[in-house]
């Protein structure tokens, strides 16, 4: 699991080993170095007589450097000076006057080069003017420079700054991300040579390794994203590897800024921010965010024993589809059923009851008790006051009896216990005032921004998407239920904290989707249930749970390729004994 902790936890863990003289710029310097050199000699690598691969040379290899003032800019020219060490042609370029001066001498010392944008490195006579801006002549010349390298190293900013890049630095980047972009849409992507002229006076060609675009490696986080909540408020050079120290930060996790970190390499600097870190109340602190790897979701995978039979395995019961929409239920009770659940049972309309039978004859079509419920997908919201009537088919009434029963209030046609209920869809607009946490609400964002401006927040789906963990803990808070907010990447807020799965590949974004996630959602919950009623934060994880299986299976019907909703419910067997396989040879 991938814990990621504030920016002021992680401060607080540095305090008292800087303060004993820790040399922690030193062990982050010499693990970046560490982690580039490996991603180049893997980059620059050679062909096998065998048809295998070997890792090539670091020596000739060029990497800039991109350095603002404070520790990330000397993180990155100490990184530097061990890379010219090794053989690496280094070029710091400096976005003003005040680079780390340890840093600095580092890398002159062992034969780096440094090009200074503003003023000059040796003089702190003059203040940073952070609002001075680059002549475009120079901002082409060092992106020409930068589409020349074999990799780039983003140290313009440390996980202390806020708010959008600016001046400089933010002209540099709004340069080089558009030369580097606008070579990727030519096909000039990282697997290929970059040749041709994507923009004026900038020539992109293959770095000396033949490798094509630079490997862009972000020091402690991408410069310009939001740290601490994801948020991207201004220009970002997207990265392929983001080496981070210490710990995981939360903007590294949640989208959108998930998006532009790239792959993740966390380094041990020594700060065990677990242990170290106490809130004022003296309980230990909790991480912003987590994210589950795969041998988390095998541990958390019930699998039957001799003695389990369809009703101890978990039934899930399903209100989905309407006579326009019979296709949602038809992928909710498809994707359980694929899932494992020991029953499913469905009740609608009997044409739709009759497609769903058509395509799952294993479906019960009958009240009885369940341990989920699976509520709403496939049916329309309830119409407002100037709205025309719903053609719900009865599904609304269906759904208020689930819904009471999940809640704490037994409904006369509703047998058994309090049980766990995922809440999509038309299911939303029929939701009590409150929620216990064992409700998961599974809303997109423009449904999460109707949900919340239903209970007096002015919001809209645009700014859900720029701020998702913010409003998912809105909802949260607003509500009490579990929030399974459905995007690119996953945002899940409960009581016990957030989760963010980014497991899924971009073709998921398809009709039916959410439906299959709803049904594996709620077959999980099943397998839990009686614990996800009495344990307040388990609902959420396991909603993080059935997230990162979601994206497997989308990954696994047609890798690297576009996917059907009813392809991703039938890859979902397969992915979880892949998952179980490998939690018994030992994840």
Wanted: hydrophobic residues 45%.
């Amino acid at each position: 699991m991938i814990e990621a902790w504030s920016v002021a936890d992680v401060r607080a863990a540095e305090e008292p080993l800087l303060a004993a003289g820790a040399p922690l710029m030193e062990r982050a310097a010499f693990a970046l170095a560490t982690v580039v050199a490996r991603d180049l000699a893997r980059r620059r690598s050679v062909a096998l007589p065998d048809g295998g691969r070997r890792d090539g040379r670091v020596t000739g290899a060029r990497a800039v450097l991109l350095v603002g003032s404070g520790n990330n800019g000397g993180d990155t020219l100490h990184a530097g000076a061990y890379l010219a060490r090794r053989g690496v042609e280094v070029l710091a370029v400096l976005t003003g006057e005040h680079a780390h001066p340890g840093g600095l001498a580092a890398l002159r010392d062992a034969g780096g080069r440094v090009e200074v944008l503003v003023g000059s490195p040796d003089d702190a006579s003059r203040a940073d003017r952070p609002h001075d801006h680059l002549d475009a002549h120079v901002a082409d010349r060092v992106a020409s420079q930068v589409a020349r390298a074999d990799v780039v190293l983003d140290g313009l900013v440390g996980i202390g700054s806020r708010g959008p890049l600016r001046g400089v630095a933010g002209d540099l980047v709004a340069r080089v991300s558009a030369v580097l972009d606008d070579g990727a849409r030519a096909g000039l992507d990282g697997r290929a040579g970059l040749d041709g002229r994507p923009g004026p006076g900038i020539e992109l060609r293959a770095g000396s390794g033949g490798r094509g675009r630079p490997w862009v490696v972000a020091v402690d986080a991408p410069s310009g994203i939001g740290v601490d909540d994801g948020t991207v408020p201004g220009p970002v050079l997207r990265a392929d590897r983001t080496v981070t120290f210490g710990a995981a930060k939360p903007g590294l996790l949640l989208p959108p800024a998930t998006h532009l970190a790239g792959r993740g390499a966390v380094v041990d600097i020594g700060l065990r921010l677990a242990d170290r870190v106490r809130s004022e109340d003296g309980d230990a602190a909790r991480p912003v965010v987590r994210r589950l790897e795969p041998a988390d979701v095998a541990a958390r995978w019930v699998v039957p024993g001799p003695t389990d039979h369809k009703y101890t395995r978990g039934v899930v019961g399903v209100v989905a589809g309407t006579s326009t929409y019979p296709g949602a239920a038809v992928l909710v009770t498809s994707a359980a059923v694929r899932a494992g659940a020991g029953m499913v049972r469905f009740r609608g309309p009997d044409d739709v009851t009759r497609a769903v039978l058509a395509a799952r004859p294993e479906v019960v079509p009958a009240a009885g008790r369940v341990q989920s419920w699976v509520l709403g997908p496939g049916v329309p919201p309830v119409p407002g006051p100037d709205d025309e009537p719903a053609g719900d088919g009865g599904q609304h009434d269906r759904i208020g009896s689930a819904l009471a029963a999940a809640t704490g209030e037994l409904a006369a046609d509703v047998a058994g216990p309090r049980v766990p209920v995922v809440v999509d869809a038309g299911a939303l607009s029929l939701l009590p005032e409150r929620c216990p946490p064992s409700a998961v609400l599974t809303p997109h964002a423009g449904e999460l921004a109707t949900l919340l401006r239903s209970r007096g927040d002015d919001v809209t789906r645009a700014d859900v998407e720029a701020e998702p963990l913010r409003w998912a803990r809105r909802a949260h808070a607003a509500t009490g239920a579990t929030v399974l907010l459905k995007g690119s990447a996953t945002v899940v807020v409960g009581p016990e904290g957030a989760w963010s799965q980014s497991d899924a590949p971009a073709w998921l974004a398809t009709a039916g989707a959410g439906d299959v996630l709803a049904g594996i959602l709620g077959t999980v919950l099943a397998a839990h249930s009686e614990r996800v009623v009495h344990e307040p934060g388990l609902a959420a994880e396991l909603a993080a749970v059935a997230a990162v299986v979601h994206g497997l299976a989308a990954e696994r019907a047609n890798p690297g390729g576009p996917v059907a909703a009813l392809d991703v419910a039938g890859a979902v067997p397969a992915v979880v004994a892949e998952l179980l396989a490998a939690r018994s040879e030992g994840f």
